[in-house]
């Protein structure tokens, strides 16, 4: 079964106000003002449970039962910090667009910071849900 529904989108009003946005290490990014929009704790610590279950399934007996097991334990695992990410970015995006008519990132070394994979989880995505 399936349906289709014709809804219009209405844009958001015009702001006069801009803002600037750097994007940084220890906060995920910060605006001119001084607003913070920080990393979440909840994802450093399902990080930390990722990386011993990782551990854990790779002393398992490929193919064995409780192989399966924890490779599943894994993924949802995986899945969870997607998840986690995911919301952020969109909050904080959102948070921006909302709050702002006009939005500069500074991109101080963003090209460098890309090539560092611990900096690259949030860094790409935040600006391509803005832009």
């Known amino acids: 079964m399936a349906f289709m529904v014709e809804e219009e989108v209405q844009a958001l009003p015009e702001k006069p106000n801009g803002i600037g946005v750097d994007i940084g290490l220890k906060d995920l990014a910060v605006t001119r003002e001084g607003e913070r929009i920080g990393n979440p704790r909840p994802l450093h610590r399902v990080l930390r449970r990722l990386k011993h279950a990782q551990r ?4 398992r007996k490929k193919g064995s039962g409780n192989w399966h097991r924890q490779r599943r334990r894994v ?6 910090v997607a998840d986690l990410r995911g919301d952020l970015l969109h909050k904080a995006s959102a948070q921006l667009v909302q709050g702002a008519g ?11 910071m890309m090539k560092n994979r611990r900096l690259a989880k949030a860094i790409g995505e935040l600006r391509r849900q803005i832009q």
């Not at 854990?56 to 002393?59: C, D, F, K, N, Q």
């Not at 993924?75 to 969870?80: M, N, V």
């Not at 006009?102 to 460098?112: E, Y």
Request: hydrophobic share 55%; glycine share 10%; net charge positive.
């Open 102 to 112: 006009l939005i500069a990132i500074g991109d101080l070394n963003v090209a460098g």
């Open 75 to 80: 993924a949802r695992l995986h899945a969870r």
């Open 56 to 59: 854990v399934l790779s002393r």
